[in-house]
């Protein structure tokens, strides 16, 4: 395959709203380059993971090579990157942007344009791709598919009168997608005597071959023997394979070359040594400097997680440690709480990959979770000069020793239609952001712009916005930076002791209202004892809220004979089985889901 | 251990049958025609048979009708039971022998009929003195029924009688069971049990539940109960377990043997009869509570293919059954006792339990008795659960 002509080769990728049928185009695509039978096609062949299937949603980027017979008589290859399809992976969808060349806009021709489509169109346009629009869906009633091409001239700016009409679900107007790739869709770029230079744009752990790095080559060449190196990490190997994207399987080949998309393996062990964004060049003739546009992954969203069952705990590392392999943006080290034990804080990029975490630590390895509430990292200055990033509110330093704290801020766009503008702005205030302005798609529909703090919208902001807007509302965001914040930790204390994996930060005028609904919940996920139990909620020693669960009155089996006390026995049993999967703290037994139902307190 | 041929039994002959079924009850017990009847006795005859060779070196202290209503056989019909049982088993000369009775289910004369016959205790289904929460519960005889059958047992003869009563039922004031409370009182039986309703799952009250008075609530329930054991205890009926009160002397020997078994093992006990349960030794099994099959494995004299739900108790299971059915008696267990039975000291093997317990006040310790406090008995499955 080495001559392929750079020619005709065409990388790309799909860019589109969540549920505007990018996958389903996709799918489409592979099938119509005939490479693929029918029977070989899965439901969706890009989404392969189960959970993302279920959630319809991309999680790692799947890459597919195809071969298309064009109407000139010739034969291109299609690389196909798809792109995760949620704001927490932007990054990951930067990296996977800069492996192309050019990028197809699905709209959703009854929904038009919504606030990821632009998200997501500005980062292509931003790493020069060429883009160029389709319209999907044109076979549902609500169709309106002139309005949307008017719509993306309008709002984005690009050419939209020739876009092809299609519906990826019924295999409409497939074949002019095809072609428009061939046309709209330019060809790579890259000499292949210049040195290696490889852009990473993601990787999969592999029991046999270690770590399979999926990389673009801009420039130069690489194959089995050449001696690489990774320049923002360091790590160095030897490659002992490439190879191109089957149709989920991967294909070796001779070499990868300058505008080529395809995998190398080097007995990688970690993919830590193989970030996404790093770029790959050789380590005897290296390039000058590496690609632009390197960034290490942040955790934005972190949290406690804990078995349920403490002798689990070995299998809980074994379990994040085998995610790891396959998502370097999974952060996590081990600590202990009072009230929970051995567990592990780990760091996410969002919510949403924390949920896939915790899915799929729940699913596939088998294991029974305790989550503590999810917080963000807060900076924290101290008197003495110090700064300490603060991912666990138990590490909360003396209010003595704070000079003052700071908070993430994001900045946030909103998608929504007019009727709904006033309800949203209202749940924005409500959850101190700052209104930054609003912009009129068109007639019907508003960008509003805001700057949000991060720690209000990890949560269920994203719930309060469906709700508010009856799922019209669209929402994307950035990390902007940090500000100075008024923030407090709120202690849950149960009967008098501090629950240490329940506190948490908290701006100072939520606390309140925080602290009281969380001793209401608690109060109802607490069962009887034999004492009375207080549960209080404390801001720096000063109790704020309580309430109290009053002491169990009565439990005896009024009558125990012969023919009952198999049956007796056995309630008595299951009472007992219950206790044990309790947690202790002090005197009182808390339920696991006690430390959970605490996470939901927004949704009644 | 006793020698074997003074090894002692409890015996306990189950009566399946009922004229209709209380909303409450969940006891295996349905109404049933002549010739079912009939079948069932023929069966449980044969039982009695086969089964004997099993028990040559017992004798029993205890016999006891249980149901269902055993009471609406006919006085031949049980006599004809007792027949068998003298037949095949050694009784003793004093043994306790027990008949569940329901009012409306007797008449003068077959009460004569079953003391001739060697019944010397009556246990009496009464419930409620007041007619509507009788009705409520679904029972098919009104307080003055009860009084008759009652007037009836004692002219023939019957010294030894308990009344049972259920407190907690739907729409109850605690005036209203003081009320019953006082009623029976008045009659002097020497042996009262006085349990607190039980919502058990797949009864009608269970199912309906929305539809009767409210349940009193636990506060009110608590008082009932501890109202009980003071009016009682004013007129001289001393609880002796969780539910039961007897006058000195009148305390239930067959129903002891289940909460003292295990003592040195002298009291095993075997259940005849549909679903009936039987321990000997550390074997423990339930007769099938399958009609069809009962009597046809009867009929077919394959009597250990009755036997089901068998277990073998384990040492630690014994010595929880000591400590979970012996506490449930209010003189609770003996440390001394313990050992006898287990070579072990139970603070060897329960010290934890017993220490928490005690601290919260809720088990006592008098000397060699530990016991549940009054405040323990309230909460006693939480404590009893710990010594599983």
């Known amino acids: 395959m080495s001559q392929t002509e750079q020619s005709r080769i065409r990388n790309f990728c799909i860019v589109a709203h969540i549920d505007h049928g990018k996958s389903t185009l996709a799918d489409r695509i592979i099938e119509k380059t005939g490479l693929l039978t029918s029977r070989e096609m899965q439901e969706q062949v890009l989404d392969n993971m189960e959970l993302e299937r279920e959630r319809g949603i991309t999680i790692k980027a799947q890459t597919v090579r195809t071969v298309y017979q064009a109407q000139d008589g010739q034969e291109y290859i299609f690389n196909l990157i798809d792109t995760p399809g949620h704001v927490d992976f932007n990054y990951e969808v930067s990296r996977a942007l800069a492996a192309c060349d050019g990028a197809i806009l699905v709209v959703d021709a009854a929904q038009g344009i919504e606030a990821q489509t632009l998200a997501n169109v500005y980062l292509a346009l931003d790493h020069d791709l060429d883009v160029f629009p389709v319209i999907n869906k044109i076979d549902l009633p609500s169709a309106q598919p002139e309005w949307v091409k008017n719509e993306i001239e309008d709002v984005i700016g690009i050419e939209a009168q020739d876009a092809p009409l299609i519906s990826a679900k019924n295999g409409i107007g497939i074949e002019e997608v095809l072609e428009a790739i061939v046309h709209k869709i330019p060809a790579p770029k890259g000499n292949i005597d210049n040195p290696l230079q490889a852009l990473i744009f993601d990787s999969v752990y592999d029991s046999y071959k270690g770590v399979i790095v999926f990389c673009r080559v801009m420039e130069g060449r690489v194959a089995k023997g050449t001696k690489i190196k990774m320049m923002a990490t360091g790590a160095t190997a030897e490659v002992v394979e490439v190879g191109y994207f089957g149709a989920g399987q991967f294909i070796p080949c001779e070499e990868l070359s300058a505008g080529m998309v395809g995998y190398l393996t080097a007995s990688i062990k970690n993919v830590k040594d193989t970030a996404v964004g790093d770029t790959v060049t050789d380590a005897e003739h290296p390039c000058e400097k590496p690609l632009p546009g390197y960034k290490r992954v942040q955790s934005m969203v972190y949290c406690g ?52 975490i915790q899915e799929r630590l729940e699913r596939e390895y088998n294991l029974d979770l305790v989550t503590t509430a999810p917080g963000v990292i807060y900076k924290v200055y101290k008197t003495n000069g110090e700064v300490v990033e603060l991912t666990n509110p138990s590490n909360l330093p003396d209010p003595s020793e704070i000079d003052h704290m700071e908070e993430p801020i994001v900045s946030a766009e909103i998608m929504v239609t007019t009727e709904f503008i006033g309800s949203i702005m209202e749940l924005c205030q409500e959850r101190r952001g700052r209104y930054l302005g ?11 712009k805001y700057e949000l703090p991060l720690n209000e919208i990890i949560y269920d902001f994203f719930d309060a916005l469906k709700s508010r807007s009856r799922g019209y509302a669209s929402f994307d965001y950035d ?126 | 251990m006793n020698k074997k041929n003074s ?21 295996l017990s349905a109404p049933a025609g002549n010739d079912m009847r009939q079948a069932y006795l023929e069966a449980l005859k044969k039982e009695l048979a086969c089964e004997a060779e099993n028990y040559r070196g017992y004798e029993a202290d205890t016999v006891f009708f249980g149901g269902g209503t055993p009471s609406l056989l006919e006085a031949r019909e049980l006599t004809d039971c007792l027949e068998q049982l003298r037949t095949h088993y050694r009784i003793a000369r004093d043994a306790e022998m027990t008949l569940e009775v329901n009012p409306k289910t007797v008449t003068q004369e077959k009460l004569v009929q079953l003391r001739a016959a060697g019944i010397n205790r009556l246990s009496i289904g009464l419930q409620s003195a007041e007619d509507e929460e009788l009705r409520l519960l679904g029972r098919i005889h009104t307080y003055a029924d009860f009084l008759q059958t009652y007037e009836w047992a004692r002219a023939a003869g019957f010294d030894n009688i308990n009344i049972d009563l259920i407190s907690g039922i739907p729409g109850q004031t605690t005036a209203a069971w003081q009320e019953t409370l006082e009623k029976v009182l008045r009659l002097r039986p020497e042996h009262i049990s006085a349990y607190s309703l039980i919502v058990e799952e797949g009864t009608p009250l269970y199912e309906h539940l929305e539809e009767y ?62 679903g009936a349960t ?27 293919a009755l036997k089901e739900e ?31 039975t287990f070579r072990m000291k139970v603070e060897a093997v329960y010290g934890d339990v017993l220490k928490k317990y005690e601290k ?29």
């Open chain 1, 438 to 448: 609003m912009e009129y798609v068109e007639g019907t529909r508003a960008l509003l």
């Open chain 2, 7 to 27: 090894m002692k039994l409890g015996i306990y002959v189950h009566i399946p049958f009922c004229v209709r079924k209380c909303v409450y009850c969940d006891f």
């Open chain 2, 310 to 340: 068998r277990e073998t108790l384990s040492e630690r299971d014994c010595m929880a059954e000591f400590m979970l059915l012996g506490l449930r008696m209010t003189c609770g267990v003996s440390a001394k006792e313990f050992y006898d």
């Open chain 1, 305 to 356: 997680l804990y078995p349920t069952d403490g002798a689990k705990y070995p299998d809980l590392r074994d379990a994040l440690e085998k995610l790891q392999l396959n998502d370097a943006s999974l952060f996590y080290e081990p600590e202990t709480s009072i009230a929970l034990g051995f567990g592990f804080r780990c760091g996410f990029l969002g919510l949403l990959h924390l949920e896939i």
């Open chain 2, 360 to 388: 919260y006040g809720l088990l006592a310790r008098d000397r060699d008795w530990i016991y549940l406090t009054d405040a323990g008995i309230d909460v006693s499955n939480v404590v009893l659960a710990d010594f599983l």
């Open chain 1, 479 to 604: 990390l902007k930076d940090y500000e100075l914040a008024e923030l407090v930790k709120l202690d849950i204390l149960i009967n008098r002791e501090e629950v240490d994996a329940l506190s948490f930060i908290v701006h100072k005028d939520s606390a309140y209202e925080r602290g009281r609904k969380m001793c209401e919940k608690l109060k109802d996920e607490i069962p009887r004892h034999l004492f009375e139990i207080p549960i209080q909620a404390a801001v720096g020693g000063k109790i704020i809220a309580r309430e109290t669960v009053k002491a169990m009155r009565k439990d005896v089996l009024a009558k125990c004979y012969g023919g009952d006390i198999t049956r007796k026995k056995k309630l008595l049993e299951k009472q007992k089985e219950g206790k044990k999967r309790m947690r202790q703290i002090g005197n009182v037994e808390i339920p696991q889901k006690a430390f959970m139902a605490v996470l939901k307190l927004d949704n009644e």
């Open chain 2, 213 to 274: 008075p409210k349940l009193p609530d636990e506060e009110c329930d608590r008082q009932m109960y501890r109202e009980t054991k003071q009016l009682l205890e004013e007129q001289g009926y001393e609880r002796y377990e969780i539910s039961n009160y007897a006058r000195e002397g009148f305390a239930c020997r067959h129903n002891r043997i289940y909460w003292q078994r295990g003592r040195h093992h002298t009291s095993d006990y075997v259940g005849f009869g549909l």
């Open chain 2, 278 to 304: 039987s321990m000997v030794g550390c074997l423990r099994w339930k007769n099938t509570a399958d009609m069809k099959r009962y009597l046809s494995l009867c009929h077919a004299g394959d009597i250990d």
